[in-house]
């Protein structure tokens, strides 16, 4: 049996310690809002934190997640209350298919939890293995900007 | 179930369409309105005013009959219906609506046709109504070609206003105050003494009135959302990952798949030994399928690992196997038996070439296959039980896809239900149903349990209908100063020919796409000729972001770019002189402005290129600046201007030229689809780029609104896109670059 958390919540399960933390995340808790694009750490679409760390969950395996905190697009925020970085992909319309976004919003929210003010490098960094084949790049940079703004205002 | 609505039976006549071709189709066939798909299918409650039109005790449902595939068309489409019905932004809801001819699109075929956008004549607008009648005899319920705002323009606002009017009559029957003066406001008619009725209270009594025999659209200066910044219905849903696209669906009692075919496309698979598959954890069964096989198990990493262990024999390619081999034989077309289209022959141009004085340039370009490669893998979910089936997947080409269902079940038209999702991406895949046929076989293994059918990357990418490969031989002469003679020659596979076939449809005449973006560009080049030559079909092929003009966009303006400099004209300058079309020259001038044009010498090992294509009715023209830097090409800016007539969103619009200039100039630098044994080589991202974050460069946007024609945009800024990456490395570093991807010859920061 493997314990780990996900977003806050226990979590255990027997299944094989090989399955990708990925679909671990989207057939067995449902947690479809990370999502498969390439499995091979090329796209960044499976984004997600853990212990902190913008990490490739197609990468990682259950079983070497004992006792790991892992957070999810879901833990940010939810339409009712987006989060901080959400909230600034909403005044920014980044998204256009939208599919890579959970991925570049959890890019981006680690970043800014590291560095709360990144300069265009920083952000281009910490983004670039988050691949957008609808070209929103421009919108992004824009948009975690923003969202380091919004991040300041809260803690003031 | 309410049935008041049987008079809508009479749905409106959308009369957007002219009948020029009436006399051939039948008048009657093309005047008679299709029925209203929405009626047979209304729950108690619900009423219908419109095709377009649902409305139940919740609110009202607008009909986006167009797949949202990150271009947004519910959005752009609700807020036509919305802008006449006067509906509250944040009570719009919106629906894909069952598969139906009644949702055809007019505007589809216009690009198939051979006649430039810039030819006003007779014959073009006759033939471009005529085109519209075709679509509508069809049923051509089809999302593509940049049409959804240009078909829906006139539609769905006059569905949002007949229903309106609808609504206010049976107003005025409830409260007995007449028509003239009710008034409407976010979802209520108002009356003159400030009581508001809602529409959902009124929606019954309106179902059952005659639609109106006419309408009167607002005028754009009463417009409140039209032509202003709106936020996108889906624009929420997917910053907080909770927008569900057809990878995400999930249902009781739902089984996972996914599906192995051959990837030598279109060949056979001779045997295969699944039992090691078979005894994985969580499979329950290894189904055969049509060129393949499916593992149904109990997640999808299961049956995606379990498929891996299946041992397949498979088939030769129906096709030359290697690349090389594929360039020889595209190579050999230029002859007359394989001659398509001669639509540009102004002058005589052999005569000016066999007289030039000062020799003639020679130039052979080519472009390689490229694959769609949306995010999200290509998936479908279908459940076949009780003589019923339904396919929840994304598609741009519903009506074939309930043929294809109809096809492989046996069912009739009435028992197949498809539910329409949003796509993670697209780009021209999902007008292939290759993908939801496989989950239809695999369903129909499942003893009436659902099955999500989920394709691997490596399956998605070896998978796919590429973008043709193309070869061109370009020849031209330059004298005073000026170009003087442009003849170029082009030869690719044709799609349509490859799409027509996959159908059964028969694809008559020239294929336009294999000379789009060359042979009616707006140029008065005295002697100027455009040959399209029709290359024996390869790999199996598909309509991809901007079509034939995606790769003839590149070879037309660069070899104009080589005739400009062979001439020693200034790069911009030229254009604006051989340019015919004034709004044409309205986004040239625009690129001119916007960059501050100095010539395309930048110094210090920096270079400008520009470059113009008219594309899907588009004009577009793009300055592109690069630089040489010690780790390689980088392209600082890129200044874009194009005439579409009039903006409806300009949030929207602007997010959507500069994701079509990335695309174009992503897969210009690194993206190529190359063949092995008759498979692709690139499976996955690693091989298979495109423009990353840290190489996106500041994009500056204007539009131009000076036609009088409403055009889309998901596909015109893709074309010059490449051309101008590729002058401007030229302008940087002296090196003209006759292929793509570019990154064959310079490599990019």
């Known amino acids: 049996m493997i314990r780990f958390t996900v977003n806050g919540a226990q979590v255990e399960t027997d299944l094989e310690p090989d399955t990708p933390l990925l679909w671990f995340l989207r057939d067995t808790l449902k947690l479809t809002g990370t999502k498969y694009g390439c499995g091979i750490a090329q796209c960044g679409a499976c984004t997600v934190h853990l212990d902190g760390f913008a990490t490739r969950s197609c990468q990682m395996q259950i079983g070497d997640l004992e006792g790991a905190e892992v957070i999810t697009i879901e833990h940010q925020g939810t339409p009712e209350a987006p989060g901080p970085v959400q909230q600034a992909w909403i005044e920014h319309q980044v998204a256009q298919c939208g599919y890579c976004q959970s991925g570049q919003i959890m890019a981006a929210a680690a970043l800014l939890a590291e560095v709360p003010a990144p300069d265009d490098t920083q952000i281009d960094d910490a983004l670039s293995g988050n691949l957008c084949r609808c070209g929103t790049y421009p919108r992004i940079r824009a948009a975690v900007q923003r969202a380091a703004e919004l991040m300041r205002e809260e803690g003031q | ?749």
């Open chain 2, 1 to 749: 179930m309410s049935r008041a609505g049987k008079i809508t039976r009479r749905a409106l006549l959308f009369g957007t369409v002219a009948v020029a071709g009436g006399v051939a189709l039948g008048y009657y066939v093309v005047q008679h309105p299709h029925d209203n798909p929405l009626e047979p299918r209304l729950e108690p409650g619900e009423a219908t005013l419109n095709p377009y039109v649902l409305i139940d005790a919740e609110g009202v449902t607008i009909i986006t009959p167009r797949t949202d595939m990150g271009q947004g068309a519910h959005s752009i489409l609700a807020a036509m219906v919305a802008e006449e019905l006067d509906l509250a932004w944040s009570d719009i809801r919106v629906s894909d609506g069952p598969p139906s001819a009644a949702y055809y699109n007019a505007k589809v075929a216009a690009e198939a046709l051979p006649f430039a956008a810039t030819d006003d004549g007779f014959l073009a607008r006759n033939a471009r109504a005529f085109g519209g009648s075709m679509a509508k005899v069809l049923g051509l319920q089809v999302t593509g070609g940049s049409t959804t705002v240009p078909d829906g323009f006139d539609r769905m606002r006059m569905a949002g206003a007949a229903a309106r009017q609808m609504l206010i009559e049976a107003a005025a029957e409830v409260t007995g105050v007449a028509r003239a003066d009710l008034d409407t406001r976010d979802g209520h008619v108002v009356t003159p003494d400030g009581k508001a009725i809602a529409y959902v209270d009124l929606a019954q009594q309106a179902a059952g009135i005659a639609p109106p025999d006419e309408v009167t659209l607002k005028s754009p200066d009463q417009w409140r959302y039209l032509g202003q910044p709106m936020e996108r219905l889906d624009i929420v849903a997917k910053s907080t990952g909770t927008q569900v696209y057809g990878i995400d669906i999930d249902l009781p009692d739902m089984l996972h798949a996914t599906v192995r075919t051959n990837p030598r496309r279109g060949g056979v698979v001779r045997g295969y030994e699944a039992s090691r598959a078979e005894k994985m954890p969580g499979v329950k069964t290894v189904v055969s399928v049509t060129g393949g096989a499916g593992v149904i198990a109990d997640t999808t990493w299961r049956a995606m690992r379990a498929a891996q262990e299946i041992d397949f024999d498979w088939g030769e390619a129906p096709y030359p196997a290697d690349s090389a081999q594929m360039w020889t034989q595209l190579e050999a077309s230029f002859t007359e038996s394989l001659q398509d289209s001669r639509f540009r022959d102004d002058g005589d141009v052999e005569a000016a070439l066999a007289q030039a004085a000062d020799g003639v340039l020679e130039a052979q370009y080519r472009v390689p296959y490229l694959a769609h490669a949306p995010l999200e893998p290509m998936n479908a979910t279908a459940r076949l039980k009780d003589g019923r089936l339904d396919i929840w997947a994304s598609t741009q080409i519903p009506m074939y896809v309930m043929a294809t269902a109809k096809r492989l079940t046996g069912l009739e038209a009435e028992n197949i239900h498809l539910h329409n999702q949003y796509a993670g991406g697209s780009f021209g895949r999902r007008l292939e149903d290759d993908f939801i046929a496989g989950a239809i076989e695999v369903a129909m293994a499942a003893e009436g349990r659902p099955v999500k059918m989920t394709w691997t990357r490596e399956e998605d990418m070896s998978h796919d209908f590429p973008r043709p490969m193309a070869v061109s031989r370009a020849r031209g002469a330059v004298a005073n100063g000026q170009v003087a003679a442009l003849d170029l020659s082009l030869a690719s596979p044709s799609v349509s020919q490859s799409q027509g076939g996959r159908v059964n449809q028969p694809m008559p005449g020239p294929d336009v796409m294999i000379v789009a973006g060359a042979w009616d560009q707006p140029f008065a080049i005295p002697d100027y000729r455009v040959t399209g030559y029709r290359a024996q079909p390869m790999v199996p092929v598909s309509s991809w972001r901007s079509v034939g003009a995606s790769g003839n966009g590149f070879m037309h303006d660069c070899f104009l770019d080589e005739l400009i400099h062979a001439a020693g004209a200034d790069p911009l300058q030229e254009r604006l002189r051989l340019c015919d079309d004034p709004l044409s020259r309205g986004v040239l001038e625009a690129v001119g402005e916007m960059s501050g044009w100095s010539g395309p010498d930048m110094g210090d090992g920096r270079g400008r290129g520009v470059a113009f294509t008219l594309s899907f009715g588009v004009a577009a023209a793009e300055v592109v600046e690069v630089s040489q830097t010690d780790s390689g090409l980088r392209i600082d800016k890129v200044f874009v201007a194009v005439e579409v007539g009039r903006v409806l969103d300009p949030v929207n619009f602007d997010n959507q030229v500069k994701g079509a200039v990335i695309w174009g100039l992503g897969h210009a630098m690194n993206c190529e689809l190359t063949y092995r044994d008759g498979m692709t080589e690139q499976r996955n991202f690693d091989s298979y780029q495109g423009m990353r974050l840290y190489q996106a460069p500041h994009i500056e946007v204007r539009a131009l609104e000076n036609g009088d024609t409403l055009r889309g945009i998901g596909e015109p800024p893709v074309p010059p896109a490449a051309p101008a990456l590729a002058n401007a490395i030229f302008a940087a570093t002296g090196k003209r670059i006759r292929e793509l991807p570019l990154n064959r010859q310079v490599s990019f920061a």
